[in-house]
């Protein structure tokens, strides 16, 4: 790997976000492809910061700086990589959101980036979102994979809703549908007709990703 | 009654000083809203993107001048607290959908039923000394079961009373109707929580629920709950300061609605798992941060509420208790006026009766800590002394046994703890704190509800839920 390569890959790794698009500048100047730059620099980097964090190495704040340096350096090459034809490469798109009269936002911004940073599309839809949206979003993106997060138990009903407009229009085996939120349970998601859940985001990756690997 | 203290003189002036630095020049966002026109007008810098800098003058106007004693009035007068630095008082958790059912001990949702029976629980333990809504039922429409649960309380308890949190003008509106029909004028009952989003966001319903509460005159909790690493930084310190500023920018918005206002300063940081993510549980910063909160209610002259009786453990087991005891002790040492938490597990997402028994307990065991230890002739008790030593009487035969025992010396043995005698509790079937706690809370449900309110009251209570 050239240098500018492999301390693009470091960047990444270490999560040292701010001043990548330089890095990325100075592959580019030095040569690299778009897709080099993604397949052997960005990419390597993410999975080094991944396998860390799985080891116990890396803490949550690692790795989701890892993932803001993939997006940062991400934005400086997606143009280049849609001429060079390539084509994108995605562990799957996944749209979430928090459900209809919840806004408790943080878990689902950790989950949003830990899926981003191994690899899905993330379309975040945000907070106190009706669950016809999600619907109508996972359609439009050609979604794999529909997250609900709700953190009360006062609005973990409209999780179902979400699954019966699926039903309702005859979209359910469609999409994979995850559930989660503190006070999800296995029994609430199957209740519900979910296709799992998840009460933290390394569990909800690992079973996502299950979900796009099969 | 003070004697702890973790932040030093300058760490207090440093918070404060860093605090009306991020006021004035990082700003807060605030929404469209009676509020914010309200800090226009009175002098605060429109920011851009909905953030208002809150100028040093306009906090010093409002919220460096003392406010009188704050008195939580209860029905039962005898009961009514006044949070004057002089005593730590405990009250219960809030707002739990799931309970750990009192016969099977399995969890499931939580009902109206649960509600009015813990509203009893609370109002017969000794410690539990401000009760609320510790329970949110799930048999019901979630607008409704807010308020459903603030009847509860107001049936079955003669305490003071919080009647919930409120995230808008409406629900502000019912509470403060609520309140009316068990208050008169000169004791009016019931304290209202409003939570804005951290870091520094207060939206508009926010801020119009917290104009409607501040010209009720009620007491008011402003209750930001900053997420370490989310809502505010990883750093202790960091996020005391934004607890900090939150609870300020909370308070000056109440007071140019209403100067007159009662407040509180209150320490609601969490700490996620740094490796998953997870929710936050309870860990030793919850009692650190608790401490170092009520030292800054002090400087600001303010009454303080903090966390303390939290637990992440999933059922009332020893890490409960660890837990619960380590982190309610440092607040209250540190001069706390308020500690909540009683009743809750599993970092809050599950509410006990049985842990509202031992919480109670505990609560009795920790106060202890804070007696004061008086040394004077009287309690040397030299005259004790001679008659024993040279007399042959007995100490347990003197006068000063009983005037020791009358002033509280001595700590009575709570509900839970067990019998002298491992023979005692082996021929009492070997109960555990656990089995004590329960029957204690079995036997008072099996009883005749206490009722605090008459028909017509009750009516009046029931129609504003039906209203919603
Ligand atoms: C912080 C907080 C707030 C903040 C939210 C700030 C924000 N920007 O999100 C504020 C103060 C604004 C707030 C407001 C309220 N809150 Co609140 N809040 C919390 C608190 C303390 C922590 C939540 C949190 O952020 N945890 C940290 C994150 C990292 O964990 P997490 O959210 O659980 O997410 C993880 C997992 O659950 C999972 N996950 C989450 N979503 C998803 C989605 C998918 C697809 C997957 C796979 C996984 C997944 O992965 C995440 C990362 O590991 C909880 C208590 C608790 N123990 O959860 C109460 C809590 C959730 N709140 C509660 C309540 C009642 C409220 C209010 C109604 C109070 C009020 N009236 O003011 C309002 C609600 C307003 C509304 N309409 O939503 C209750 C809910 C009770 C219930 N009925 O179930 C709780 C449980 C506290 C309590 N017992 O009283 N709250």
């Known amino acids: 790997m050239s240098q500018a390569l492999s301390r693009l890959h470091d960047a990444v790794c270490n999560g040292s976000f701010r001043g990548i698009e330089g890095l990325v500048q100075e592959a580019l100047d030095a040569g690299h492809t778009a897709l080099q730059i993604l397949n052997l620099a960005l990419a390597k980097g993410l999975e080094e910061a991944g396998a860390r964090f799985e080891r116990g190495e890396y803490f949550l704040p690692n790795l989701m700086m890892a993932a803001k340096a993939m997006s940062t350096a991400m934005a400086v090459i997606q143009g280049r990589l849609a001429t060079e034809g390539a084509a994108q490469v995605s562990g799957g798109t996944f749209v979430i959101g928090t459900i209809q009269g919840d806004i408790h936002s943080i878990g689902k911004e950790i989950v949003a980036a830990m899926l981003e940073a191994s690899g899905f599309r993330v379309i975040d ?24 997060s709700a953190l009360m138990t006062t609005t973990m009903t409209h999780q179902q809703k979400v699954i019966e407009i699926l039903k309702e229009r005859g979209l359910r085996d469609r999409f994979k549908v995850i559930v989660g939120g503190a006070p999800v349970t296995a029994s609430w998601a199957q209740r519900i007709g979910a296709d799992d859940f998840a009460t933290d985001a390394v569990s909800g990756v690992r079973k996502a990703r299950r979900f796009v690997e099969r | 009654m003070a004697t702890l203290r973790i932040l030093t003189e300058e760490g207090v002036h440093r918070i404060h000083e860093a605090t009306l630095e991020l006021l004035a020049n990082t700003g807060v966002k605030v929404g469209e809203s009676r509020v914010r026109q309200i800090l226009l007008r009175n002098g605060c810098r429109d920011l851009g993107s909905e953030l208002l800098g809150i100028p040093r003058e306009l906090v010093a106007e409002t919220m460096l001048r003392p406010q009188a004693p704050l008195v939580l009035q209860g029905t039962d007068p005898g009961r009514s607290l006044t949070l004057d630095g002089s005593a ?65 309380t107001l049936l079955y308890t003669g305490k003071p009373v919080s009647l919930g949190a409120v995230s808008d003008a409406q629900e502000a509106e019912l509470c403060v109707e609520m309140s009316r029909v068990v208050s008169s004028p000169e004791r009016p009952i019931g304290r209202i929580s409003i939570s804005p989003i951290s870091p520094m966001t207060f939206p508009t319903d926010i801020c119009e629920a917290i104009h409607v509460a501040a010209v009720s005159g009620l007491p008011l909790l402003g209750l930001p709950c900053p997420i370490r690493s989310m809502g505010a930084p990883l750093f202790l310190a960091g996020a005391l300061l934004g607890q900090n500023t939150e609870n300020l920018a909370f308070g000056v918005m109440a007071r140019l609605v209403n100067p007159e206002v009662k407040l509180m300063h209150t320490s609601r940081i969490g700490t996620p798992h740094m490796r998953t993510g997870a929710k936050a549980g309870a860990d030793p910063d919850v009692g650190v941060a608790g401490a170092c909160m009520a030292q800054m209610a002090r400087y600001y002259g303010l009454p303080s509420n903090v966390y303390g009786m939290d637990t992440g453990a999933l059922v009332s087991d020893a890490q409960a208790g660890l837990e619960k005891a380590a982190n309610t ?23 006990s009766f049985v842990q509202a028994v031992v919480d109670d307990d505990i609560f009795s065991f920790l106060s202890h800590h804070l007696q004061a230890l008086t040394v004077e002739p009287g309690t040397l008790d030299l005259a004790g002394f001679r008659r024993v030593v040279g007399e042959g009487e007995s100490f347990i035969i003197q006068e000063a046994t009983l005037e020791a025992l009358n002033a509280g010396d001595v700590w009575t043995p709570g509900r839970i703890s067990a019998p002298g005698s491992w023979d005692e509790w082996a021929a009492d079937g070997r109960k555990t704190a656990h089995d004590r706690a329960r029957k204690f809370a079995r036997d008072l449900l099996a009883s005749d509800p206490v009722r605090y309110r008459d028909d017509h009251q009750e009516a009046a209570l029931n129609a504003i839920v039906e209203a919603a």
């Open chain 1, 125 to 148: 839809l945000g907070v106190d979102v009706k669950p016809h949206l999600f619907v109508e979003r996972a359609v439009e993106h050609s979604a794999d994979i529909i997250g609900i």
């Open chain 2, 88 to 152: 730590c008082y405990l009250q219960n958790f809030g707002s739990v959908s799931v309970v750990v059912d009192l016969d099977s001990g399995d969890l499931r949702d939580a009902t109206y039923r649960d509600a009015v029976d813990m509203a009893r629980l609370l109002d017969a333990l000794p410690h539990c000394h401000h009760a609320g809504p510790l329970v949110l039922p799930v048999d019901m429409h979630p607008r409704k079961a807010k308020l459903a649960a603030a009847v509860a």
């Open chain 2, 329 to 351: 002790l440092r607040p209250m040492l540190a001069g706390a006026d308020q500690i909540s938490g009683l009743g809750q597990l599993g970092g809050g997402l599950v509410a």
